[in-house]
């Protein structure tokens, strides 16, 4: 099992580019999250999902759009790129809700110019 | 407000040395505390689980134990392999569900 994968590993952007990042995960899970991670900010939830054809804003919502057509992937993506988007992003999936523990891809490093 | 807050932020011991990193929180009606592990990049690996006060649970030479205001990540006779930012979490109502809450972390280093 690969577990949860994102691509791609880098990325750099020109202020108001657009992108899409991808997550798979192959565990059968209900639940997927997207979160960024920032020096000195933790771990932040942007959007969620609790099952395909669902998603749910987080914490950190503006400037991002996310879709679940299928139950294995978990698409984020930014429209206009700003460069107070440059992060870590992080995908994530739980088997059901916040009570389960969370299975965490690699990451997404993305400048943004 | 529900607040979950790590300490200390960076601790750097000997190898063979042990210590405890420490996640307290501010949470009504805890639902689980988890712990990670998160190398440098890389995406946090979970470690436990913990459910109720009281509660302990080891892997090789880590033990999280929780109280009902705070838990405790031990590591016992740390390797420099044990060096990482090591992460809590506990998952808090938000919108009507529950979102995961996490601590800053402390980054822990392990000197041969």
């Known amino acids: 099992n690969a577990g949860v994968t994102q691509t791609p590993k880098f990325r750099v952007l020109k202020t108001g580019q657009s992108m899409t990042l991808l997550c798979a995960q192959d565990?059968?899970?209900?639940?997927m999250y997207w979160y960024r991670q920032d020096p000195g900010m933790g771990l932040r939830l942007i959007h969620y999902?609790?099952?395909?054809?669902?998603?749910a804003k987080g914490e950190v919502p503006d400037g991002y759009n996310v879709s679940r057509l299928k139950k294995q992937n978990f698409l984020l993506g930014l429209e206009s790129a700003a460069p107070s988007q440059t992060s870590v992003y992080f995908c994530?999936?739980?088997?059901?809700?916040?009570?389960?523990?969370?299975?965490f891809g690699p990451g997404t490093r993305l400048t943004v110019l | 407000e529900d607040q979950v807050t790590q300490s200390p932020e960076a601790l750097r011991l000997q190898e063979g040395e042990s210590s405890s990193l420490n996640c307290s929180y501010t949470?009504?009606?805890?639902?689980?505390l988890f712990w990670y592990r998160q190398d440098p990049g890389k995406g946090p690996e979970f470690l436990f689980t913990?459910?109720?006060a009281g509660e302990e649970k080891e892997k090789e030479r880590l033990k999280a134990t929780l109280t009902k205001k705070e838990s405790f990540l031990h590591i016992t006779a740390p390797k420099p392999e044990d060096s990482a930012t090591y992460l809590c979490?506990?998952?808090?109502?938000?919108?009507?569900?529950?979102?995961?809450?996490f601590g800053q972390g402390t980054r822990l280093t392990i000197n041969p």
């Open positions: 565990m059968n899970h209900e639940y």
């Open positions: 949470v009504s009606g805890l639902r689980g």
């Open positions: 979490a506990v998952p808090i109502a938000f919108q009507g569900a529950q979102k995961l809450v």
């Open positions: 999902s609790v099952g395909e054809g669902t998603t």
């Open positions: 913990l459910y109720s």
């Open positions: 994530a999936s739980s088997y059901r809700d916040y009570t389960n523990e969370q299975f």
